[in-house]
């Protein structure tokens, strides 16, 4: 019996190393530029892009789509869960039609696109992919069989938006009323969400905006304070959050506040300017563009660029989402989302 059990040991490792770790193995991502990593560079209709120096540095040594200086809190997840990084959608399909790849991916795809927002008409002239239309692009995956069904409900999602709805709400003086906009913002969220769910999701998460009304863009904005954060923003991006039986809230805002309140704790010196940019706060020029300079050490600043954290921070809000308290994640964490009882026979064996 024993030697029945040491001849089935190595088998029985090597198994559970194939499926070792969380029940869930992929991750679908929906949003905007806080989780797009490739689909805008792929998009050569899009002009909002991030293809040159000093973008990806920290990690991936050259610009590769994303729009930090490294990895995005989806990248992080994904290593904490021990699966490889999502690729873009269209990247996975340029090389499905181009023959490099047999299929799309089984650990996921991201359909994140940059400058997208919850309304479709958001950038809407910037040729981004709007988060309705990246929907439909998981929807048609599903219908022409690229994933395998039975993986969606064992899958992650992860839903990001509304940030440039809001950005934009203050830059175009959109003459609806603060309320309305907002009420109109939330009914797509949920219509999307539900969508999701009709789709077979069912571990979603959902992430609260950063604050908004303090990224180093707002210098551009005609009546926001430099020397505060905007509040009149922040109050907005609060209110837009979406909470359900299989959902799980990601609170963002309170996470990035924390880091405000009590930098030197987080290794922080810098929770106001972006590290590389130009102008007020750093924020008129985007990192790489002309006149830009850029700090020596992008792991002191909380923004990398003039919208967006720098891969320190999303590594810290990772954390605090992976394995966080409930002030910071609920009813669940990441951790407890990805690792729900596994249906897998393989573990029923003892
Ligand atoms: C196919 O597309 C991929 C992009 O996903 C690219 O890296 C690769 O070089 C392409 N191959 C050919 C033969 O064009
Ligand atoms: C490209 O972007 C423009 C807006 O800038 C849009 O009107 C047009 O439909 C887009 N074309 C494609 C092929 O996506």
Redesign the pocket.
């Given at each position: 019996m024993l030697k029945l059990l040491l001849a089935l040991l190595p088998l029985l490792s090597s198994t559970c190393l194939l499926v070792s770790g969380y029940s869930a193995r992929a991750i679908f991502i929906f949003g905007d530029s806080i989780f797009d990593a490739g689909n805008n560079h792929f998009n050569k209709?899009c002009s909002a892009q991030t293809d040159f120096p000093h973008y990806g540095s920290s990690f991936f040594h050259h610009p590769i789509g994303r729009f930090t200086n490294g990895r995005t809190v989806a990248d992080f997840i994904s290593q904490f869960m021990g699966i490889e990084l999502q690729e873009s959608y269209l990247e996975a399909q340029l090389a499905v039609t181009n023959g490099s790849r047999r299929d799309y991916p089984t650990n996921g795809v991201n359909f994140a696109s940059a400058g997208s927002g919850v309304l479709r008409e958001t950038n809407e002239?910037?040729?981004v992919i709007s988060i309705q239309e990246q929907l439909q692009q998981f929807q048609k995956l599903i219908q022409q069989n690229h994933i395998d069904k039975t993986l969606i409900p064992k899958s992650l999602f992860f839903f990001e938006s509304g940030s440039n709805d809001i950005f934009n709400y203050f830059l175009l003086g959109d003459k609806r009323d603060l309320d309305t906009y907002v009420q109109t913002m939330l009914i797509q969220v949920a219509d999307l969400v539900d969508q999701l769910y009709k789709l077979g999701a069912r571990r979603i998460a959902l992430f609260s905006l950063g604050p908004v009304g303090c990224v180093p863009a707002r210098a551009l904005l005609p009546n926001a304070p430099v020397d505060k954060c905007f509040d009149n923003m922040n109050l907005m991006g609060i209110s837009v959050r979406y909470t359900g039986t299989t959902a799980v809230y990601g609170a963002v805002y309170d996470i990035v506040q924390r880091f405000r309140s009590v930098p030197s704790r987080y290794g922080l010196l810098d929770v106001t300017n972006a590290c590389c940019g130009e102008g007020t706060l750093g924020g008129l020029v985007q990192c790489g563009r002309e006149g830009y300079k850029m700090c020596p050490n992008p792991d002191q600043f909380l923004f990398w660029d003039y919208f967006h954290p720098s891969e320190h921070t999303y590594k810290l809000i990772s954390m605090a989402l992976w394995n966080g308290k409930k002030s910071t994640v609920r009813p669940a964490s990441l951790k407890t989302l990805a690792d729900l009882p596994r249906s897998h026979a393989l573990f029923k064996i003892k």
């Open positions: 209709n002239d910037l040729g």
